[in-house]
């Protein structure tokens, strides 16, 4: 077998190859490599949100932070400090200890508080009122320019009481009771007087006289002067209660009455009195 001239016993086919001609399967088993371009901005863009990322971890550590040591008063302030019945409760300016709202409450006895100077009603009789407060509107002063305030309430036993003249209209019937101050002081009344009608043996007829209810004024009574107030009844209208032959006046804060002669009919259970108003014809003046 005749060989080819350019066949080498040992086999070797390097001779065949050109050196300076490229291998054809090159482009197929080793392509050549492309890289992608980065996109205009990118690295600006990575660097903003890294920027982001370390802020929002800075304000997430900051307020943890803030969380825990605020909260630690109240942790602290849930601890008792006197032994379980007192608990320390912060507030804005430091912690306030008081008293554990579930434990039990010694009694606490009532306090004392000193009562208002008034009379006490020693013989009063049932439902016969008598006022001594003070109207929401002016003031009335006495001649001698005293105001109210300065001047004791008047009593019954510094008080002559009498029946004025009246008014009618309409079926209405108006009398005035003229309270008049008999001492040498100042004293003053302010407000509705307890008003009742009496048979002749001194027993109450009906109920006590109820308020007509208007603003008044303390008025100061000067030695010699006088207060009054309207005393109104319907004309013999409905039902009628005897005519009283006395009648019990009661001074604004006063438990002793004054009793003295007149004639008054309660009809229809038509019987009240205005405040008191200075002068001696009734409220409002004539």
Do not use: K, W
């Amino acid at each position: 077998m005749t060989g080819s001239p350019d066949d080498r016993a040992d086999g070797d086919l390097t001779g065949r190859l050109d050196a300076d001609r490229p291998d054809p399967l090159e482009p197929l088993l080793r392509p050549p490599a492309t890289y992608l371009v980065t996109p205009p901005g990118a690295f600006h863009r990575i660097r903003r949100r890294a920027a982001r990322r370390r802020r929002a971890r800075a304000v997430m550590v900051a307020a943890a932070a803030a969380a825990v040591f605020g909260g630690a008063p109240y942790l602290v302030g849930a601890i008792s400090t006197n032994g379980g019945d007192e608990l320390a409760v912060p507030t804005a300016t430091g912690t306030r200890t008081g008293p554990d709202p579930h434990s039990p409450r010694p009694a606490t006895p009532p306090s004392r508080t000193s009562p208002p100077t008034v009379p006490t009603p020693t013989h009063r009789p049932p439902g016969d009122p008598s006022a001594g407060t003070t109207g929401p509107s002016g003031r009335t002063v006495g001649p001698s320019g005293r105001t109210p305030g300065t001047s004791p309430m008047c009593t019954a036993s510094q008080l002559t009481v009498s029946l004025g003249g009246g008014d009618a209209g309409a079926g209405n019937l108006y009398r005035y009771l003229v309270l008049t101050n008999r001492t040498s002081g100042a004293c003053q009344v302010s407000g509705y007087p307890g008003l009742s009608l009496l048979d002749a043996g001194g027993e109450q007829l009906g109920a006590s006289a109820t308020r007509d209810r208007r603003t008044y004024a303390p008025v100061v009574l000067e030695p010699g002067g006088s207060a009054s107030v309207t005393i109104h009844t319907i004309n013999r209208q409905g039902e009628c209660l005897p005519t009283s032959a006395q009648l019990r006046i009661y001074p604004p804060g006063d438990t002793a009455s004054l009793v003295i002669p007149g004639e008054i009919t309660n009809c229809d259970d038509r019987f009240s009195v205005t405040p008191f108003a200075a002068g001696t014809s009734g409220n409002p003046s004539a």
